[in-house]
């Protein structure tokens, strides 16, 4: 049987053209040949491994301390295996585990080189690995790293905890939306912003999400509205440029609030509220 990966060869492909010399795909790439040279059904590929990775390292940069640990200690490993269970077909039980908890080491690790403050997480994902495996792990983990300099992928993973500016998962998703694209949208059909109206659409999606009409997967406004409104602008109408609300909703020039953008946006919001309170009220 034909070891299972995550991603198909092409997005695999793609994303390793792309990031095959970052320093933490570098890092993954032997913990990830290691285990597929073992497995019979399923294992994680580098992209799978760093795509997985780096799509939890921004969620959690957008969580509280407190939620940081309830993530890691009641969702993280069984949304995992949840999701790997739907993507692959009849793989081993065990392998689906230890690609799970790759997953979580990788993590383990990131947070290990990120800060004494992340510590007590690192300790809450290693104690939901058997002994075994978390032995096996640190060890193919160790070798992989010692592909790269150790100081600077610790400065690296350290900064990007704290970074405003990178997020690769919005980046690995535009790169694999993007490859898929091109094969299935019908330009015919596709949704466009008219000419001129795009800071007007960029306000109404604002205003929408501060309203809470649009919520995350816990049914609780986006932490960052900014990402929210970009993943719509994308998703919708394809727009791949990213849009600073900062610049559109609250530009420099925008002296006057009382008919600024944003206080457009906010009164609009509190309009959308208070139709939702007049229907409610109808029921």
Known sequence: ???QHLFCKEECEAVEDEYGMHIVYRAFRSPCLAVANEAKTFALHPSDLFYHCLFTMDYLKQLSDEEKEGHCKYEFRESLSNHFKKKVKDADEGEITLA?????QAVAEWLIRSGGEYLPLVGVLKEQMEGGVSLKLNM????????????????????????DEEWISEELEHLLYDERDETWRDPERTLQIADGKKRSVVVALKAIIESDWIVDVNGERPKSIEKAVNEILRLA????????L?????PSNDIDFEGSMNRIAEELADKIKGFASEKSKKR
């Open 1 to 3: 049987m034909k070891i």
């Open 100 to 104: 799970v908890c790759m997953v979580m």
């Open 140 to 163: 193919l983990f160790r070798n992989g790293f010692k592909c790269v300099k150790e100081t600077e992928i610790a400065d690296y993973m350290a900064a990007y905890m704290t970074s």
């Open 237 to 244: 109408f394809g727009e791949k440029k990213k849009t600073a």
């Open 246 to 250: 900062s610049q559109t909703i609250k």
